[in-house]
């Protein structure tokens, strides 16, 4: 369930095909840099109500880092 909620908000802000976005893809699949990272950051943080440190966010390298790290706060 938390990954269908990241998989559409991801979609929604890099308008990649939901059928692409798994928890293997990567964050440079969907050509996300620095700024879009913080920008999904605040999107999700909205959604989850869960806060992203900046440091936490440097570690992401997929969408299932993201996906655990929800899970995990």
Avoid: W
Wanted: proline share 1%; with cysteine; aromatic share 10%.
């Amino acid at each position: 369930m938390i990954f269908e909620r990241v998989q559409k908000i991801i979609c929604d802000q890099f308008e990649a095909d939901l059928s692409s976005v798994t928890e293997a893809t990567t964050l440079d699949d969907i050509n996300a840099d620095s700024l879009d990272l913080y920008d999904l950051a605040m999107s999700l943080e909205e959604e989850f109500e869960v806060e992203f440190p900046e440091d936490a966010i440097k570690r992401f390298h997929t969408v299932g880092d993201i996906v655990n790290f929800i899970e995990e706060n």
